[in-house]
């Protein structure tokens, strides 16, 4: 089972340059979050989405887009790359339940630098 | 806002003995969930445990049980016969009842077992 796919591992951006990191998962769930996880830090909520044409804003929205035009792609854009934005990317689905037995699934995550 | 703090930045174990982890929450809200994950060198986040707030039995999943302490707001993590395959960085995580879309994390514990 893949579960969630995250490419690339690793990427190098100047200042001011524009990437967007992929995100797919092939479970069929409907919520898709964004993360960002600086060092010493837990991880904050950049986007997320509660299905497909759905996004709203997390913690830390600011530098960021994302779209959600099917189920299973949630991409992450970076517009005008700053150093602040250095910080390793998770990617996260879930079914989308209220219950408590509610998991989220994560990729194996994006590492940025922004020199 | 809710708030997660893991107060122990660095923790070590000897292979098989027992070891706790610490964290503490706070939070106005009656009904949540709490979690523990595991982040190994491989960056992939990995559920450990789960807590329903509303249960006073405290959650066990073979070696990892916790200690909940709703009235203090503490939710701390016993691992006992620790192995080496238990190396790695634990966040506690908090998610409110009413919002399944705000995982809050703390910033972390790194576990070392020594052999």
């Known amino acids: 089972n893949a579960g969630v796919t995250q490419t690339p591992k690793f990427r190098i951006l100047k200042i001011g340059q524009s990437m967007t990191l992929q995100c797919t998962q092939d479970m069929n769930h409907n919520y898709m979050y964004w993360y960002r996880q600086d060092p010493g830090m837990g991880l904050k909520l950049i986007y997320y989405s509660v299905g497909a044409g759905i996004t709203d804003k997390g913690e830390v929205p600011n530098g960021y887009n994302v779209s959600r035009s099917t189920t299973e792609d949630f991409p992450l854009r970076l517009e005008l790359a700053a150093p602040s934005q250095t910080s390793v990317y998770f990617c996260?689905?879930?079914?989308?339940?209220?219950?408590?037995?509610?998991?989220?699934?994560f990729g194996s995550g994006t590492q940025l630098s922004v020199l | 806002a809710q708030t997660v703090t893991q107060s122990q930045p660095e923790m070590s174990v000897q292979e098989a003995e027992t070891v706790t982890l610490s964290c503490t929450y706070d939070t106005s809200e009656s009904d949540y969930y709490l979690f523990w994950y595991k982040q190994p060198p491989s960056r992939q986040m990995i559920l450990v445990i789960r807590?329903?707030?509303?249960?006073?039995q405290n959650a066990t999943e073979n070696r990892f049980s916790v200690n909940f302490q709703k009235a203090a707001k503490s939710f701390s993590l016993k691992i006992s016969d620790s192995q080496l395959g238990d190396a790695a960085m634990y966040f506690c995580?908090?998610?409110?009842?009413?919002?399944?879309?705000?995982?809050?994390f703390g910033a972390g514990t790194r576990l070392t077992v020594k052999p």
């Open positions: 995580a908090y998610r409110s009842a009413n919002n399944n879309n705000d995982m809050r």
């Open positions: 807590q329903e707030a509303y249960k006073q």
């Open positions: 996260a689905s879930s079914y989308g339940g209220q219950g408590w037995d509610e998991k989220l699934f």
